[in-house]
């Protein structure tokens, strides 16, 4: 039997690998081949980097799902670029999509990154369950469970990184490597999808970029 070639090996170990390591998505190249769904928003690719879309700002909740993607659990890293606007940034991932109003999320409101009063800096990252674990609801009735500060937030200005670690029963928020999770919370659903999307909230625009699956 004649032994592979140097060339097979290397195309194996190759095809290896994408299978079992990351899948990285190149954003704007989905959103050009018609491969990511918008839902109460537009999507654009963001004029200032190449790779990153955008999604404008409006009423409610802003969707857009990656159609070709699939994921249940693992983790998930994405750069994301929100605004010092109070009350008008909210950006994150939603996850475990079941449809455009039953999903989880993760999302950050940047503009807490640099209060001053202890009570809006409990609020800088949050995951909700729509439709029924709003954010209001979680508030009032599990106050500070599923919310959380961040000790060191980055610039609400500009691009931070969140890494997302989604297991069977958990979710856990890490900040640009860190060691420690900035929120870690007990997920608040048995339904499983595995569609995955960017997300904005109310009356929010978003950009994002460099997003890995793992």
């Not at 994150?92 to 993760?106: K, M």
């Not at 007990?186 to 699956?213: D, I, M, P, Y």
Request: contains cysteine; aromatic residues 10%.
């Amino acid at each position: 039997m004649r032994k592979p070639t140097a060339l097979l090996v290397i195309v194996f170990l190759c095809m290896t690998m994408l299978s079992f390591g990351q899948q990285k998505i190149n954003l704007a190249t989905a959103l050009q081949e018609q491969q990511i769904k918008a839902v109460n928003r537009t999507l654009s690719i963001y004029e200032k980097h190449p790779e990153a879309v955008e999604m404008n700002a409006g009423e409610g909740d802003g969707l857009a799902v990656l159609k070709e993607l699939t994921f249940e659990t693992g983790t998930i890293e994405v750069e994301l670029l929100g605004e010092n606007n109070p009350g008008r940034s909210f950006i994150g991932i939603a996850f475990n999509i079941q449809d455009d109003e039953t999903f989880e999320a993760i999302y950050f409101r940047p503009f807490n990154f640099v209060a001053t009063e202890q009570a809006r800096k409990d609020h800088m990252v949050q995951y909700i369950h729509h439709p029924v674990y709003t954010w209001y609801k979680l508030r009032e009735e599990r106050t500070m469970e599923f919310e959380n500060e961040i000790p060191a937030p980055p610039d609400p200005d500009a691009w931070f990184k969140a890494i997302i670690k989604v297991s069977e029963k958990h979710v856990a928020v890490f900040m640009d490597e860190g060691a420690e999770p900035v929120l870690k919370v007990e997920r608040l659903t048995t339904l499983k999808s595995q569609k995955l999307g960017l997300w904005v909230g109310n009356g929010s625009s978003g950009r994002f970029r460099n997003l890995v699956l793992f």
